[in-house]
């Protein structure tokens, strides 16, 4: 093998390192064949050297490792393999001929590695590419990176990612490679720390200087380390005990700032989301928690109010008790970094595994989309890990049950079409279907609604937890166009409206009503948007029937309760009954973003919305309104409501948080009709 010169011009780094460039030759993949998960990494000499003698250069693998089962591919396939617990199947393709040229680059080539469908893909590249001295450069770079990684995405497939930085420091690569991949909402880890460490160098190994400033196999690990917690972070910012025993806390990525838009053309930004964490276990009765959080804090607090939990902090550590299974948010000086906890009722699903013809064992599982059968038994075992949407579509009588988790991190979230039915998947899609049943199942990540419903009736949805909800849109549960739906036991945290339910606009000519709905006994947390809504949209021929009662509304955004009529429906006979509202001095005004994907908002805290909406036709977003899509109000009045009942409510205002309003805002020259309003209390004192 040769090594191939740079012809004029400013030096790369791997230059300025003594390192090498393959030639195209050695840049076909090699293969790692033993089943199970699909594995891409795409490099170069640090992921895949062929033997050059003339360089002392022997072996097969990444530079300079002292053997293939020490370098970062090796390393990061069998903790693959240990995570997912199965075998790996794998491609390694060295892309130097994509650093050097990357601005006229064939991403043809590539196409092989995009048709294998990696379950996995590890992009560690950049050390080649030649310094980036100029705003042209950087951003051609930055979209030839941007390009390959979008060969590689695709709506129902796409891989689970990281993106490495590069070994031997350069902040510019690192930029545009973290920019690249935060269009994907991949993360980035960067490893330039590592390269300035000569411990983590093959320093004193290899006689050629080149080949000698590779990671040696100390820098490998440390490599494969940053790579796996990429894939499969770990760090959630606790440690916790359950009654004296250590648990096992889930990372989970939560929005940062209630910062929204609709319809995106990429993905949000991962710089606008932050890390919390998941506490999920069983319990018959009272549970004490030992918690020792990452970080120092002053005021610990648990969320709901109602439960009446009160944490007692001492040494860096909260303990308390939770008096019986629930739904439960620690917090430690306001609402950012989370500790949610789950606290499920314990059973033995013992019916439902009986009968289940779909079994989701422990471990990770990927079967992307799950098309769901009339006459479908599903069971999650509560370690079930699984990545896919669900999706029932034209069928009746299915259940999915068990304690295990469904996560969207797989499935693209898709510009222009929204949300609606011919749109994007989401977790959990039901779609002209009857007599459906979900009981128990985490809800994570889902690429835009969460839990959604289209035409459908007899639906039952019980104790399911809807959480890591930060990508654009991601609604919690939404009823549309629906009947005869319960909604029980649920635990709800959205980035954009947590239960609500609507007449969506495609499905205006299907004449489908909402009626006999009842959400109770939930408990939501709304980061975006309005929290128990009907609306925005309600394009049917009625809705009526509707009932919210016995809710604990923990955060609330732009409305904690909301009328909000963007279509000509009539609603009637709605009840908001026993509902409890909390406002934290920590809640952050709610911003439209309309100035593109790089738009910085600082967003204005303390800010309390509403704490009852009542609103028709309202704009959506700047410039932007239903009317748009054809809805003429001389054609089509606008919706209005009768006989709603909004009674017991209790508010709890945090000090420092201004005091939440109602807001009744018809459209000119409409009205509407009665509305019942009795036993409003806030921090306890009766409003009129």
Same mark, same amino acid.
């Given at each position: 093998?040769?090594?191939?010169?740079?012809?004029?011009?400013?030096?790369?780094?791997?230059?300025?390192?003594?390192?090498?460039?393959?030639?195209?030759?050695?840049?076909?993949?090699?293969?790692?064949?033993?089943? !199970?998960?699909?594995?891409?990494?795409?490099?170069?000499?640090?992921?895949?050297?062929?033997?050059?003698?003339?360089?002392?250069?022997?072996?097969?693998? !990444?530079?300079? +490792?002292?053997?293939?089962?020490?370098? *970062?591919?090796?390393?990061?396939? $069998?903790?693959?393999?240990?995570?997912?617990?199965?075998?790996?199947?794998?491609?390694?393709?060295?892309?130097?001929?994509?650093?050097?040229?990357?601005?006229?680059?064939?991403?043809?080539?590539?196409?092989?590695?995009?048709?294998?469908?990696?379950?996995?893909?590890?992009?560690?590249?950049?050390?080649?590419?030649? #310094?980036?001295?100029?705003?042209?450069?950087?951003?051609?770079?930055?979209?030839?990176?941007?390009?390959?990684?979008?060969?590689?995405?695709?709506?129902?497939?796409?891989?689970?990612?990281?993106?490495?930085?590069?070994?031997?420091?350069?902040?510019?690569?690192?930029?545009?490679?973290?920019?690249?991949?935060?269009?994907?909402?991949?993360?980035?880890?960067?490893?330039?720390?590592?390269?300035?460490?000569?411990?983590?160098?093959?320093?004193?190994?290899?006689?050629?200087?080149?080949?000698?400033?590779?990671?040696?196999?100390?820098?490998?690990?440390?490599?494969?380390?940053?790579?796996?917690?990429?894939?499969?972070?770990?760090?959630?910012?606790?440690?916790?005990?359950?009654?004296?025993?250590?648990?096992?806390?889930?990372?989970?990525?939560?929005?940062?700032?209630?910062?929204?838009?609709?319809?995106?053309?990429?993905?949000?930004?991962?710089?606008?989301?932050?890390?919390?964490?998941?506490?999920?276990?069983?319990?018959?009765?009272?549970?004490?928690?030992?918690?020792?959080?990452?970080?120092?804090?002053?005021?610990?607090?648990?969320?709901?109010?109602?439960?009446?939990?009160?944490?007692?902090?001492?040494?860096?550590?909260?303990?308390?008790?939770?008096?019986?299974?629930?739904?439960?948010?620690?917090?430690?000086?306001?609402?950012?970094?989370?500790?949610?906890?789950?606290?499920?009722?314990?059973?033995?699903?013992?019916?439902?595994?009986?009968?289940?013809?779909?079994?989701?064992?422990?471990?990770?599982?990927?079967?992307?989309?799950?098309?769901?059968?009339?006459?479908?038994?599903?069971?999650?075992?509560?370690?079930?890990?699984?990545?896919?949407?669900? /999706?029932?579509?034209?069928?009746?009588?299915?259940?999915? &049950?068990?304690?295990?988790?469904?996560?969207?991190?797989?499935?693209?979230?898709?510009?222009?079409?929204?949300?609606?039915?011919?749109?994007?998947?989401?977790?959990?899609?039901?779609?002209?279907?009857?007599?459906?049943?979900?009981?128990?199942?985490?809800?994570?990540?889902? &690429?835009?609604?969460?839990?959604?419903?289209?035409?459908?009736?007899?639906?039952?949805? &019980?104790?399911?937890?809807? =959480?890591?909800?930060? $990508?654009?849109?991601?609604?919690?549960?939404?009823?549309?166009?629906?009947?005869?739906?319960?909604?029980?036991?649920? *635990?709800?945290? #959205?980035?954009?409206?947590?239960?609500?339910?609507? !007449?969506?606009?495609?499905?205006?000519?299907?004449?489908?009503?909402?009626?006999?709905?009842?959400?109770?006994?939930?408990?939501?947390?709304?980061?975006?948007?309005?929290?128990?809504?009907?609306?925005?949209?309600?394009?049917?021929?009625?809705?009526?029937?509707?009932?919210?009662?016995?809710?604990?509304?923990?955060?609330?955004?732009? +409305?904690?309760?909301?009328?909000?009529?963007?279509?000509?429906?009539?609603?009637?006979?709605?009840?908001?009954?026993?509902?409890?509202?909390?406002?934290?001095?920590?809640?952050?005004?709610?911003?439209? /973003?309309?100035?593109?994907?790089?738009?910085?908002?600082?967003?204005?805290?303390?800010?309390?919305?509403?704490?009852?909406?009542?609103?028709?036709?309202?704009?959506?977003?700047?410039?932007?309104?239903?009317?748009?899509?054809?809805?003429?109000?001389?054609?089509?009045?606008?919706?209005?409501?009768?006989?709603? =009942?909004?009674?017991?409510?209790?508010?709890?205002?945090?000090?420092? #948080?201004?005091?939440?309003? $109602?807001?009744?805002?018809?459209?000119?020259?409409?009205?509407?009709?009665?509305?019942?309003?009795?036993?409003?209390?806030?921090? !306890?004192?009766?409003?009129?």
């Amino acid at each position: 093998m040769s090594i191939i010169a740079q012809d004029t011009g400013a030096l790369s780094d791997a230059e300025e390192h003594g390192s090498l460039h393959m030639n195209a030759a050695a840049a076909e993949a090699a293969t790692e064949t033993s089943g !199970g998960v699909r594995v891409v990494f795409l490099g170069n000499s640090i992921t895949l050297h062929s033997v050059l003698p003339s360089i002392g250069w022997m072996n097969e693998w !990444g530079m300079a +490792a002292s053997a293939a089962e020490k370098d *970062y591919v090796h390393l990061v396939t $069998r903790g693959i393999e240990r995570e997912t617990g199965r075998r790996a199947d794998v491609r390694i393709r060295n892309l130097a001929d994509f650093e050097r040229g990357f601005k006229d680059y064939d991403f043809g080539r590539e196409k092989d590695l995009a048709d294998f469908n990696p379950d996995f893909l590890v992009v560690a590249l950049g050390e080649n590419v030649p #310094a980036l001295q100029t705003g042209e450069e950087r951003l051609a770079f930055r979209d030839a990176v941007k390009k390959l990684l979008a060969g590689f995405m695709r709506e129902r497939s796409t891989p689970i990612a990281v993106v490495r930085g590069v070994f031997w420091k350069n902040d510019w690569k690192d930029a545009m490679m973290a920019h690249a991949a935060s269009d994907f909402s991949i993360p980035f880890v960067p490893t330039g720390d590592l390269g300035d460490d000569p411990s983590m160098r093959a320093t004193g190994l290899f006689k050629h200087t080149g080949v000698a400033a590779h990671p040696g196999d100390k820098g490998m690990a440390a490599t494969a380390a940053r790579i796996l917690e990429g894939l499969f972070p770990k760090a959630s910012g606790y440690e916790v005990w359950d009654d004296g025993r250590p648990a096992k806390v889930l990372p989970v990525r939560l929005s940062r700032q209630p910062f929204n838009q609709w319809g995106a053309d990429y993905q949000r930004p991962m710089d606008q989301t932050e890390i919390g964490g998941l506490l999920k276990f069983e319990t018959e009765g009272a549970t004490t928690l030992r918690v020792r959080p990452d970080r120092t804090f002053e005021k610990a607090m648990v969320r709901p109010l109602s439960a009446g939990v009160k944490p007692v902090v001492a040494e860096g550590e909260v303990t308390f008790t939770l008096p019986r299974p629930g739904y439960y948010v620690l917090e430690l000086d306001g609402h950012h970094q989370p500790l949610e906890i789950f606290a499920d009722p314990a059973r033995d699903f013992a019916r439902e595994r009986t009968e289940a013809n779909i079994v989701f064992g422990p471990g990770i599982h990927m079967p992307v989309v799950v098309k769901l059968q009339s006459g479908d038994r599903v069971y999650l075992d509560k370690d079930a890990f699984v990545y896919g949407s669900f /999706q029932a579509d034209g069928v009746e009588d299915v259940e999915v &049950s068990g304690y295990g988790i469904i996560c969207g991190t797989r499935n693209l979230r898709v510009a222009g079409n929204h949300c609606y039915r011919e749109g994007m998947d989401g977790a959990v899609r039901i779609i002209d279907s009857k007599q459906v049943r979900f009981d128990g199942p985490t809800v994570l990540d889902s &690429s835009c609604w969460c839990v959604a419903a289209f035409n459908s009736s007899d639906l039952e949805f &019980s104790r399911i937890k809807v =959480t890591a909800a930060w $990508r654009y849109n991601t609604d919690g549960i939404d009823i549309c166009n629906s009947q005869r739906v319960r909604i029980r036991d649920c *635990y709800v945290h #959205a980035f954009d409206d947590a239960i609500v339910l609507k !007449g969506n606009w495609p499905l205006r000519d299907r004449r489908d009503p909402v009626e006999d709905v009842l959400v109770e006994r939930c408990v939501c947390w709304c980061s975006w948007g309005r929290t128990l809504e009907i609306g925005l949209e309600t394009w049917a021929p009625r809705f009526r029937r509707i009932a919210f009662r016995d809710c604990d509304l923990i955060h609330n955004n732009h +409305a904690a309760l909301s009328l909000h009529l963007g279509g000509p429906a009539k609603v009637e006979d709605v009840t908001y009954r026993d509902i409890r509202i909390e406002y934290a001095a920590s809640e952050e005004e709610p911003i439209y /973003q309309g100035g593109g994907r790089d738009q910085k908002v600082d967003c204005k805290s303390p800010w309390t919305g509403n704490w009852l909406s009542e609103e028709n036709g309202k704009m959506f977003g700047p410039g932007t309104s239903y009317e748009h899509d054809g809805f003429d109000p001389a054609k089509e009045p606008y919706g209005t409501f009768d006989r709603a =009942t909004v009674d017991n409510i209790d508010i709890t205002v945090e000090e420092g #948080a201004p005091l939440p309003r $109602r807001l009744t805002r018809p459209q000119p020259g409409t009205t509407f009709g009665s509305i019942s309003i009795t036993n409003v209390r806030i921090n !306890g004192k009766p409003i009129h």
